[in-house]
């Protein structure tokens, strides 16, 4: 196994201190695929990050196939943000910018990436399935140069420098974990239809399914050239040589702003399984219990109920727990109906009230503040899901 520490600046700041991605690349003692695994890029959700160690720890000890680039913490602005208690967390607070939303999509370049052309100037009768993956890989990389290139004349705003390093670094990888958590959350996933098929071999408990569409996140910017590929390929009647080995997925480990080194044990298990699937471990992996039931449902079908009212909310329903069409949600408290005019004990019930869920549903995701405003989201719920497994 070789083991390389890399390098990349980020940002300088103003008192000329500079800002660094390290990344960590571990090769594996027989050729195989190249793993591109990422955390933090929203600043307070680190429970990737004691994934990371843990599968480091993993590869350290046993032989594997290919190479893997880990990039812990990888947006320092996010993460050394701290307003008090709490980690600055999905937004850049100087832009108002999600900061997995900033990726480039290929398509909206079409002056740099032109599909169709690149396969026409293959001598395509010379290529299989892999030499076109490989090829393809580099083609990527060098488009995404040539778009840095363009738009860099002006200055490149800090949210595209981060999120456009990150991706031409994942541009040579067949497989991109990008590790996330939700903020009171189950631990889920999101994968593409591309690979509806493919994602019961990652055991989460609930996958959403989300459509071949670019919406900004790295999940979609790094699978819709393959999309494409795919879908090229097709129209030119070259379907025998799609290599369609290519997957991506965001993984949501659980609840921001904790570190929690069993339940790493358990999301790292979850990984290797999925890299035993795959051939990456040249050894037979077990994990140490069997995993639960995974659950898949669409992004359609993936609700978000908003507060009615303002008030200080109680979370009835936990994560990962099925609520029952008509059971209470969560519960709140608002102390406007008081009024001198009233009568203290008519009046007290009404500075309460629940918010009950409308359909049969999976809880993914709470607020993890009891302190909402009118129209901030509660809860976010998974209706209408199958069993994958
Ligand atoms: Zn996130």
Redesign the pocket.
Known sequence: MKFERLQYPIKTLPNGDSLNLNAFRLTGSASGPHIHIQSS??GA?VQGNAVILELMDYLSKNEFRGSITFIPTANPMAINNKSGTFTQG?FNPHSGNNW?RNYQNLEDHTDIFQPKSWIESLKVLEEDKNSIKKKYKEYLKECLNKIKEKLSPTGLSEDIKLNLTLQLLASGADIVLDL??GPKAARYLYAGEYCEEKVKDLPFPFTIIIPNEFAGAMDEATFMPWVHLSRTLKSLGLENLDPNQFESYTLELGSEEIIDSSLALRDTERILSFFSQRGILRGKFHPTSSFEPQRAGKLSDYKTYYAPIGGLYEFSLKPGELGHKGQTLCKYINFSPLKESEGLQEALPRCSGEIKILENAYVINHNPSAVISEGQTIYQVLEKTWLLN
Do not use: Y
């Open positions: 890029v929203h959700e999905r997995n996330h958590t």
